[in-house]
T-cell receptor, first 113, second 113 residues
Framework: GAGVSQSPSNKVTEKGKDVELRCDPISGHTALYWYRQRLGQGLEFLIY????????KSGLPSDRFSAERTGESVSTLTIQRTQQEDSAVYLC???????????FGPGTRLTVL | AQSVTQLDSQVPVFEEAPVELRCNYSSSVSVYLFWYVQYPNQGLQLLLK??????LVKGINGFEAEFNKSQTSFHLRKPSVHISDTAEYFC???????????FGTGTLLAVQP
């Protein structure tokens, strides 16, 4: 079966533009996580979705960041008015319920010029 | 709050030598502990995990880790490394309602011939 997929793999944008990143979780995985990996740093948790429950948005760094997920399917992470400090690899992971092993996608490398 | 410390940003080692990558954590609740590996230009892959039970955990590719509650450590070891083990290794802790992962800053294992 397919793993977690993310698109695009690379995105270069100009400062101030909006970007949308997509994550397709493994089929049947009810939990979905977004993380950010900035150069030379570890991964930072951004947001968590579990089924139809209210998402845990505690890791979003500012109100320019938002994410959506419809049911147990695709999720999109939107960054509005991008800044240079938003440059990072954005990783998505999914798991079978919140206690399952998290499987990571290949990431989207975002570069803000 | 939970946190993870990987004191060594880079560990150079010769092929066939043993290696230990250090990880210390702090948490006010029971934790689950993980080691992930990220090969160059690839996504994160789970090496091993500690959930409960035996404190010595064996993972893929000959790696093992020992959970030490009194020292709040979860060091990763391999008795004999290969060139192909060259990668970034991340220690992570999870716990709480969402099971989000809190990562260390990573250790680059550089295996030299």
């Amino acid at each position: 079966g397919a793993g977690v997929s993310q698109s695009p793999s690379n995105k270069v944008t100009e400062k101030g533009k909006d970007v949308e990143l997509r994550c397709d979780p493994i089929s049947g995985h009810t939990a979905l996580y977004w993380y950010r990996q900035r150069l030379g740093q570890g991964l930072e948790f951004l947001i968590y979705f579990q089924g139809n429950s209210a998402p845990d948005k505690s890791g979003l760094p500012s109100d320019r960041f938002s994410a959506e997920r419809t049911g147990e399917s695709v999720s999109t992470l939107t960054i509005q008015r991008t800044q240079q400090e938003d440059s990072a690899v954005y990783l998505c992971a999914s798991s079978v319920g919140r206690m399952g092993e998290q499987f990571f996608g290949p990431g989207t490398r975002l570069t803000v010029l | 709050a939970q946190s993870v410390t990987q004191l060594d940003s880079q560990v150079p080692v010769f092929e066939e030598a043993p290696v230990e990558l250090r990880c210390n954590y702090s948490s006010s609740v029971s934790v689950y502990l993980f080691w992930y590996v990220q090969y160059p230009n690839q996504g994160l892959q789970l090496l091993l995990k500690y959930l409960s039970g035996s404190t010595l955990v064996k993972g893929i590719n000959g790696f093992e880790a020992e959970f030490n509650k009194s020292q709040t450590s979860f060091h990763l070891r391999k008795p004999s490394v290969h060139i192909s083990d060259t990668a970034e290794y991340f220690c992570a802790v999870s716990g709480g309602a969402t099971n989000k992962l809190i990562f260390g800053t990573g250790t680059l294992l550089a295996v030299q011939p």
